[in-house]
């Protein structure tokens, strides 16, 4: 048999690594204390992230809160605005009504100067109203335009009872004077806010001609305003289709004959041809309201 040295078998027991070199073995002790150690930051870190989910949704519940309130408030402003706007629509209607009543009575003060007028202002506005309405253009719907046509004469407040009630033909000056109450009508009215626009541009030009030949300015064409050269025929139907003291009343067809006589001197064409569209029974109805 082999001799073996004392210590061999205590060697060979302890494995080829006991010479001290192998990994150390770490105490369970301090293997529970470092995962307790762990596992208490975890909750500690759990617990933080607790706190913090609480508080986003607390000021989440906030901000949802103060959402609904603003929009409870935006529907408050929103009923307040649609009330503040009907009122202010009932107003402007109110306004617009005590303009026009305005208006008619200037209008019927003016008139009442002369029996042989009377109610010719709300003739030709009516007449001119239709024709406008039968071109189509948006001075149909304007306020301001049967303001205008309505006080197209209201100049003549200046004028003479001598000459303006004269029966037979007028001087030269006297034509002079008459020729003056489109100015002093728009002069009149000039203050006037809601009458400075297109009403005063009415009165002004009503006289005016196509040709250039009217008066007070001898404006021509499209220089004369629409507004006043659709009024100019209305005014010239008026005139030819009511008696007068030096005449007697032409019928709508001799009336028409002496638009489109001098249609393209006297007046603007495209204003004449529309007015020829115009049935006799929508006149005469308007004529008699």
């Known amino acids: 048999m082999t001799e073996r040295r004392p210590g061999t078998l205590a060697r060979m027991a302890s494995g080829p690594h006991s010479s001290g070199v192998g990994p150390k073995s770490v105490p369970l002790p301090a293997v529970r204390d470092r995962a307790q150690d762990e596992l208490e930051g975890l909750r500690v870190e759990l617990a933080r992230l607790r706190v913090e989910l609480a508080a986003t949704q607390g000021e989440l519940e906030a901000r949802v809160r103060e959402s609904e309130a603003k929009e409870v ?108 109450h489109p100015v002093i009508g728009a002069e009149i009215i000039a203050e006037i806010p809601f009458l ?27 220089a004369i305003p629409l507004a006043a050269r659709i009024f100019a025929v209305a005014d010239v139907f008026d005139a030819l289709t009511t008696s007068r003291p030096y005449r007697t009343a032409s019928s709508f067809a001799e009336a028409r004959e002496e638009i489109i006589a001098v249609s393209g001197r006297h007046f603007d064409p495209v204003v004449a041809s529309a007015f020829g569209t115009i049935p006799d029974a929508v006149l005469a109805a308007l004529a008699s309201p």
Do not use: C
């Open 196 to 222: 400075a626009g297109d009403a005063a541009a009415v009165i002004r030009s009503h006289h005016e001609r196509w040709d250039g030949s009217g008066y007070p300015d001898r404006l021509a064409g499209d």
């Open 73 to 180: 408030q935006l529907e408050r402003y929103a009923a307040d605005l649609r009330e503040i706007f009907k009122q202010e629509r009932a107003r402007a209607l109110e306004l617009q009504r005590s303009y026009i009543v305005t208006v008619r009575a200037l209008s019927n003060a003016v008139e009442a100067r002369d029996a042989y007028t009377a109610k010719h202002a709300e003739r030709v506005a009516a007449y001119g109203l239709t024709v406008a309405r039968a071109m189509g253009v948006a001075l149909a719907d304007d306020p301001a335009t049967e303001f205008g046509f309505l006080l197209h004469d209201v100049g003549k407040v200046a004028i003479p009872d001598g000459i303006l009630h004269k029966p037979g033909p007028l001087t030269t000056e006297e034509r002079a004077v008459m020729e003056r």
